[in-house]
């Protein structure tokens, strides 16, 4: 991220093999800085992998992906550290701490990384769980929420260093229309309000074209294409045209094949 | 044929790995505990878990092992007319021996199953993961904490078995069978010497390191296991495992720690 690169983020030839099995084949994108960008396919597609990859929690086979000045993909324990206290991360199920309180949950990047003293962290916290409407659930265990709320608790955690960078796990999943459509708007006013970069890894597609600003579509392990809603909506890719209109997959089978590799050639 | 030949070298691969796994995960958390800021109430709270919620089981079986071994001793101490013995034999073999591998199972059984399936349940869950984003270091927010713990509590844990071990043998040798009190205590302090005491406390301050990182090490390597892909099963299985291993692990270093320092 420097004043002639506009991009938060930027993967280059990124490879990721689990044994003999290659997950991601050779991955190009490019992230704009304070947007957001939708990395969509189908499950197994290769998106959390990618993510992971983003975020460090997996060392790629080959590649670079550089994140505000660092490449992820060679960086020490210590560089990707520092850039991690620069990123908030909402996963999918919430990933809140069991043992402690909503609150306890938000104050903890506060309470490792900074000297701020108790009544700061306090206000601190309370301004982050307004802004997510879980004023009143302060107190509550992770136990004691629904997951529409448990969603929002991650996401006051992620965003409690105010920072750079902002990434979704699947952010709607698992969660009602009407609270889907509520998280949108947030994550929508983040931006607006906060100037952040946004991830989300969804494939949600109501989500999708309400949030994105430009979207990154993963089929087996391969970017297929990237661009705004609008140029993904009139792509001509069946591949995308058959996510977009929610077509099952086709799968053209021999059936003899099939049959002797049913019963083992018995 | 070949099949078992591979599949034994595979054991032997696993447990190389683990073992390299485990050894590295105890340098890690003694280099991040040495870092700060220093953070002493995340100690306290696991000595408080490992420690003094194991107390009342450290009493109860002291006390039991105090007086099957009084029990045993008096039975035979008998038959060669030597009962003024009993409160040594009953001394060192509480201090040397069962004080501090007796604690340190009881430790595995109570608080070893209970760290793997936390940190095993925080891996699956994704908690571990959030905390590596918050650039929060899992090997000092959660590992060293629990291992420094272990160390501590352990040995502590032994005094108050030692003590109650003993008042056991002297329960059963001097209240039940009638053995003069001044035999019993002075055949106990006789036979005591600094290095009984050394080796007890050497034992027990290894022991706790011991069964805490095994434990820690199979959950929070979970992922790295088949156990991991079978959520709630896999953490069952791999507290089995911490509990089976940590257990054979104390037996073994008693072995081996009893050897050197006979």
Same mark, same amino acid.
Request: charged share 15%.
């Given at each position: ?8 983020? /930027?993967?280059r ?18 992230i704009?800085l ?38 992820i993909?060679?960086a ?9 206290k620069?990123?908030?991360v ?6 809140l ?8 949950n ?10 701020? $003293? ?5 206000i ?53 229309p009407? /609270? ?7 994550i ?24 994105? $600003? ?39 089978? $021999? ?12 | ?71 045993q ?5 008998q ?14 073999? !509480? ?11 009881? !430790? ?25 984003c ?13 291992? !420094?713990?272990?160390?501590l ?15 056991? @043998?002297?329960?059963? @040798?001097?209240?039940?069978?009638? !053995?003069?009190?001044?035999s019993y ?14 080796l @007890? ?21 979970i992922?790295?296991?088949?156990a991991?892909?079978?959520g ?31």
């Amino acid at each position: 991220m420097t004043p002639d690169n506009p991009n938060a983020i /930027t993967i280059r030839d990124l490879v990721v093999d689990y044994g003999p099995r290659r997950i991601l084949h050779s991955v190009n994108l490019d992230i704009p800085l304070g947007q957001i960008m939708v990395i969509m396919g189908q499950s197994g597609a290769g998106k959390s992998t990618l993510l992971r990859c983003i975020l460090g929690l997996k060392k790629p086979s080959s590649g670079s992906i550089h994140m505000l000045g660092t490449d992820i993909a060679t960086a020490t324990r210590k560089e990707i550290y520092d850039v991690r206290k620069h990123i908030g991360v909402a996963f999918q199920g919430g990933a809140l701490f069991s043992s402690m309180t909503v609150a306890e949950n938000i104050q903890l990047p506060l309470r490792e990384h900074t000297n701020l $003293d108790d009544k700061t962290i306090e206000i601190m916290t309370r301004i982050k769980l307004d802004m997510v409407d879980m004023l009143p659930a302060e107190h509550l265990m992770p136990a004691e929420l629904s997951g529409g709320m448990t969603k929002r608790a991650a996401l006051a955690r992620a965003i409690i260093m105010d920072p750079k960078l902002l990434f979704f796990d699947e952010p709607s999943s698992g969660l009602d229309p009407s /609270t889907a459509a509520e998280l949108d708007q947030l994550i929508i006013t983040l931006k607006n309000s906060m100037g952040m970069t946004i991830v989300v890894v969804t494939h949600e597609l109501d989500s999708i074209f309400k949030i994105a $600003d430009h979207i990154a579509v993963v089929h087996q392990g391969n970017i297929l294409e990237t661009g705004t809603p609008q140029q993904i909506t009139a792509s001509t890719n069946p591949e995308i045209q058959g996510l977009l209109n929610r077509k099952p997959r086709e799968n053209i089978v $021999d059936a003899d094949a099939h049959l002797r590799r049913l019963t083992g050639g018995f | 044929m070949i099949k078992s030949i591979e599949n034994l070298g595979a054991w032997v691969l696993d447990v190389l790995d683990q073992t390299g796994r485990t050894s590295l995960m105890l340098l890690e958390a003694i280099w991040e505990i040495l870092q700060p800021p220093y953070r002493f109430y995340p100690i306290v709270r696991q000595m408080y878990f490992i420690g003094a919620r194991s107390l009342t089981l450290i009493i109860f079986s002291g006390i039991t092992i105090g007086m099957v071994l009084g029990l045993q001793f008096y039975n035979i101490l008998q038959r060669f007319g030597s009962v003024d013995l009993l409160g040594s034999g009953v001394a060192l073999g !509480v201090i040397r021996e069962l004080g501090p591998v007796m604690t340190a199972l009881m !430790v595995v059984g109570r608080a070893g199953s209970s760290i793997t399936a936390e940190l095993g349940i925080m891996r699956i869950t994704e908690q571990v993961d959030a905390l590596e984003c918050m650039a929060v270091s899992p090997d000092k927010f959660l590992i060293a904490p629990k291992v !420094v713990a272990g160390i501590l509590s352990v040995p502590l844990l032994t005094m108050v078995f030692d003590f109650v071990a003993l008042y056991g @043998g002297y329960f059963v @040798g001097v209240i039940m069978f009638g !053995v003069a009190p001044g035999s019993y205590m002075n055949g106990m302090i006789d036979a005591i010497e600094m290095p009984d005491v050394r080796l @007890g406390l050497v034992k027990s301050l290894i022991f706790g390191g011991l069964v805490t990182l095994i434990a820690c090490s199979r959950g929070f390597y979970i992922h790295l296991t088949r156990a991991g892909s079978q959520g709630a099963e896999g953490v069952s299985s791999a507290t089995t495992d911490a509990v089976v291993l940590s257990s054979i692990g104390v037996l073994f270093a008693d072995f081996l720690i009893g050897a050197l320092m006979k």
